[in-house]
């Protein structure tokens, strides 16, 4: 028996959004932060990759262990205090020359950080 012709639509379309179980979208975003790892005593530096309501990847140059809890300074620039969040580390990706890419997880989604990060 033939398959109907719109099975190819299935695979073509929507697999790969079946694939990626994220909720929020992401979208580039460039600005620095601050993080603080109060468990392991650390404070590191770095830059913001992407970002959406419910997690931002960045890139720093010490490794943060994954699932731990962190507390997050986004430097936004809009001319306001810097964006505090809380999450924790998802995974973790050694790039080149000592940088790591982290992703993190907020506990909160944030609909009211996003749109101060868009707008920038």
């Known amino acids: ?37 109060p468990q392991e005593g650390l404070e590191v530096v770095g830059q913001v990759v992407n970002m959406s309501a419910k997690g931002v990847s960045l890139i720093v140059d010490q490794p943060l262990r994954p699932d731990a809890f962190l507390d997050i300074w986004l430097r936004i620039p809009d001319g306001h205090e810097p964006l505090y969040e809380r999450g924790r580390v998802a995974w973790i990706e050694p790039q080149d020359m000592g940088q790591y890419r982290v992703g993190v997880c907020f506990d909160k989604v944030d609909f009211m950080g996003v749109g101060r990060a868009l707008r920038a």
Do not use: N
């Not at 929507?14 to 694939?19: E, S, T, V």
């Open 1 to 37: 028996m033939d398959k109907p012709w719109w099975d190819h639509l299935v695979k073509d379309f929507l697999k790969p959004a079946m694939d990626d179980r994220r909720i929020f979208r992401r979208f580039q975003a460039q600005f620095p932060l601050r993080v603080l790892a």
